[in-house]
Structure formats: C-alpha cells, structure tokens
C-alpha cells in the first residue's frame, strides 16, 4: 500500500489574517481560553496599577498646585518623584508584554517612548540634583500624566470590551499635540543638565594607559538629541497610521456597536 501524502500551500504574510497569526501565537507558547483569561486580566490589573500611580501623581501636582502657586513647582520631583520612577520601570513590563503576544501594540515606537523616559528620568533629571528643581521637570510629568492616565484609561475599558467613543478619540487625538511637546520638554531637560555634567563629569570615563580612551558624557547626550528627534518623526507617523486606524468610519461603527 502506498503512502498518502497531502500538500497544502501556505500563505504568504501579506494574505495571512490578524486572527490566524492570533492563533499561531496562542499554539506556540501553549494558551489556550483560561489562558488568555488569565492574560487579560494580568494586563487589566497592570493598566488599572499604572493609572492608579499616574491618577495619584496628577492629582498631587493640582492639589499642590493650587495649594501653594509657583513654589509647588519647584519641588514637584522630590514629592512625586518616587512614584514617577516606580511607574516608568513598571512600563518596562510593556515591551515584555509585546514580545511574547499578549498585546498587539507595534514593539519599536513602543520601545522608543520608553527608553526615552527612562534615559531622561533616571540618567538626566535623577543623577543632577540641580536639575530636579527647574520647572521644566514640572513640566515634563504633567504632559507625561495627561496622556498616562487617558491611555490606560482607555487601555482597562478596552480589556473589558468597552469603547467609549469620546475616551477613543480622546486617546488617539491628544497623544499628537501633547507628545512633540514632551519631546521639546525632553530635549530642554538634557540641555538644562549639560553644564552640570560638564562640571561634575558624571558618568564621563577616562580609561587608564595603555587604553587612552575616554567618554564624555555630555557629548553622548548632544547626540542623543539628534536621536530623541528623530524618534519623534517616527512615533508621530506611527501615532497618525494609529489614530486613522482605530478612528475609521467603519472601526467607529463596529466598536460602538
């Protein structure tokens, strides 16, 4: 008796559906329904942590605010300061989370908002005492708060099948306006930093002979400016292809529905 053999073609990726890549994904790292239970309601409980720090930072800064004026703003670091950076290395989670399936999100203007964060937040303003205390500091959460705390907003109704349609375009619309404005806030921190890493030689190495090799810092964060920008070029392309995907006429109708 001969053997029977079967021949399927394969499509390509170009013809593969989103729910068929969905399933493959599934199968190779061995979840099934309860699974993705479970997976849906670890990034519920994650996104509810993470609004719950950035709602209590945005409101500390109001209250504070309004409680003593322009000298609230002065020490906006040192009483926000540790829940901002408990949230920031939370959000490295988000990268994770991309890589093995579990959120759709794009992996590298992902990965560039949240190295852009951390760089800023923890070898920036973290290490330079002098900086902590400059309004642009203020500044930086508050826009970093706005757009937190409406996308994992967003981000926990959408877990539970929920789309309000106000909060959708709320999400997709304010990140546009609000996110060049915190890479200019981004860009003024580092430049407010340099003459303190000029003086201090933070982080600038000078390796011994025979080596006779040296790094100085302040010449990486100027290069990392040109990086920080043309970064924003990118993740602003991607903001747009994002909002023109989740607020389509027909994407409206079918969330609203």
């Given at each position: 008796m001969?053997?029977?053999f079967?021949?399927r073609?394969?499509?390509s990726?170009?013809e593969?559906?989103?729910?068929?890549?969905?399933?493959?994904c599934?199968?190779?790292w061995?979840?099934?329904?309860?699974?993705?239970?479970i997976?849906?309601?670890?990034?519920?409980v994650?996104?509810l942590?993470?609004?719950c720090g950035?709602?209590w930072i945005?409101t500390?800064?109001i209250?504070?605010?309004?409680s003593f004026?322009?000298?609230?703003?002065v020490?906006?670091f040192?009483?926000?300061?540790?829940?901002?950076r408990?949230?920031?290395?939370?959000?490295t989670?988000?990268?994770?989370?991309i890589?093995?399936?579990?959120?759709?999100?794009?992996?590298?203007?992902?990965f560039l908002q949240?190295?852009e964060r951390i760089i800023?937040?923890?070898?920036?303003?973290?290490?330079?005492?002098?900086?902590?205390g400059?309004?642009?500091?203020?500044v930086l959460?508050?826009?970093?708060?706005v757009l937190?705390?409406?996308r994992?907003?967003?981000?926990m109704?959408?877990?539970?099948?929920?789309?309000?349609l106000?909060?959708?375009?709320?999400?997709?619309?304010?990140?546009?306006p609000?996110?060049?404005?915190s890479v200019?806030?981004k860009?003024?921190?580092?430049?407010?930093?340099?003459?303190y890493?000029?003086?201090?030689?933070?982080y600038?190495?000078k390796?011994p002979f025979?080596?006779?090799f040296?790094?100085y810092?302040?010449?990486?964060l100027?290069m990392y400016?040109?990086?920080?920008?043309?970064?924003?070029c990118?993740?602003?392309?991607?903001?747009?292809s994002e909002r023109?995907?989740?607020?389509?006429t027909?994407?409206?109708k079918?969330?609203s529905?």
């Amino acid at each position: 008796m001969k053997p029977h053999f079967e021949i399927r073609a394969v499509p390509s990726h170009s013809e593969e559906h989103p729910q068929v890549r969905e399933l493959c994904c599934s199968q190779l790292w061995g979840w099934d329904q309860s699974s993705s239970f479970i997976m849906n309601t670890y990034l519920f409980v994650y996104d509810l942590m993470q609004f719950c720090g950035h709602s209590w930072i945005f409101t500390n800064m109001i209250i504070r605010f309004m409680s003593f004026g322009k000298d609230s703003l002065v020490d906006t670091f040192y009483s926000i300061g540790l829940v901002m950076r408990l949230c920031q290395l939370l959000s490295t989670l988000e990268i994770l989370h991309i890589l093995i399936g579990i959120d759709k999100s794009r992996l590298f203007p992902r990965f560039l908002q949240i190295t852009e964060r951390i760089i800023v937040l923890f070898v920036v303003i973290n290490s330079q005492e002098e900086v902590q205390g400059k309004y642009v500091v203020c500044v930086l959460f508050f826009l970093w708060n706005v757009l937190d705390v409406v996308r994992y907003t967003y981000n926990m109704l959408a877990r539970t099948g929920i789309y309000y349609l106000p909060l959708t375009w709320l999400n997709f619309s304010l990140c546009i306006p609000l996110y060049p404005l915190s890479v200019l806030a981004k860009a003024f921190a580092i430049c407010v930093s340099l003459p303190y890493f000029e003086s201090f030689g933070t982080y600038s190495i000078k390796l011994p002979f025979p080596f006779a090799f040296s790094i100085y810092f302040p010449y990486v964060l100027k290069m990392y400016l040109l990086v920080l920008f043309i970064g924003m070029c990118f993740i602003i392309q991607n903001l747009f292809s994002e909002r023109k995907a989740h607020l389509g006429t027909g994407n409206i109708k079918k969330k609203s529905s």
